[in-house]
């Protein structure tokens, strides 16, 4: 498999629903807590993020999940969540761990979330920026 677009050797990326209170939240939880720099983000809406997808061979529309892509893998759901925190410093980091609880379990909780997520948390009506913790965290302009 050919190297994910727009990702340099070391990083990866982490896509999620630009128009989705609940996961913008979580990017700037990710960055609150200062996330490794080899982490960068797109919004599933952008030409970087449909890429990424297309890369990944996911559907470009429609999506209702995290990706987490890494050298030439990629993870949805509750096991990009798990992966990414493990980029986190202590304690975050400790829920790494999560990742190998069988995917039935973890990703039913996920999916109940996801299916409501704009219900229970809101949407907002265009990608909104989210202030970077470096230059160039994003892969899309904000």
């Known amino acids: 498999m050919s190297s994910p677009p727009y990702l340099q050797t070391g990083e990866s990326a982490v896509l999620y629903d630009g128009v989705c209170k609940l996961c913008n939240g979580w990017v700037r939880f990710l960055l609150r807590h200062r996330l490794a720099r080899q982490v960068r983000f797109a919004a599933v809406q952008s030409e970087q993020g449909k890429a990424l997808l297309r890369w990944a061979g996911l559907p470009e529309e429609n999506v209702s999940t995290i990706v987490y892509i890494a050298g030439d893998q990629h993870w949805l759901r509750a096991q990009a969540v798990f992966r990414v925190m493990r980029?986190?410093?202590?304690?975050?980091?400790?829920?790494?761990?999560?990742?190998?609880?069988?995917d039935a379990i973890s990703n039913f909780a996920y999916d109940r979330i996801a299916l409501n997520r704009y219900k229970l948390f809101g949407r907002y009506d265009s990608q909104q920026a989210i202030t970077p913790d470096y230059p160039e965290r994003f892969l899309h302009p904000l």
């Open 87 to 102: 980029h986190l410093p202590a304690p975050w980091r400790g829920l790494g761990v999560l990742r190998h609880f069988p």
